[in-house]
């Protein structure tokens, strides 16, 4: 699960190295965020020549997180770091 306020990792090549998580779109009064939920967030980090910009608002969804995933069959999956792929309006990645 991810918070507000979290510093999550970039799994994509927009040229943002590392976003604080600023809000869960669709979901009223959530404060987490899981795999798979959208969220806006705020670009912390960035390469000068890249398309986002350091202070962007953007919106990503959630690729990986800390907190293991149970499967139905007892088995469960976590990563490393939590990370975030930044998408457009018609959310397709950027």
């Known amino acids: 699960?991810?918070?507000?306020?979290?510093?999550?990792?970039?799994?994509?090549?927009?040229?943002?190295?590392?976003?604080?998580?600023?809000?869960?779109l669709h979901k009223r009064s959530k404060r987490t965020a899981i795999i798979g939920d959208i969220i806006t967030a705020s670009v912390k980090e960035a390469v000068p020549d890249g398309v986002v910009k350091e202070g962007e608002v953007v919106k990503a969804v959630v690729v990986r997180t800390c907190k293991p995933i149970k499967r139905p069959d007892g088995s469960s999956v976590r990563f490393n770091?939590?990370?975030?792929?930044?998408?457009?309006?018609?959310?397709?990645p950027r």
């Open 81 to 92: 770091s939590n990370a975030i792929v930044i998408i457009d309006n018609q959310q397709n």
């Open 1 to 24: 699960m991810i918070q507000m306020r979290s510093i999550l990792e970039i799994a994509d090549n927009t040229g943002a190295k590392r976003v604080a998580m600023i809000g869960v």
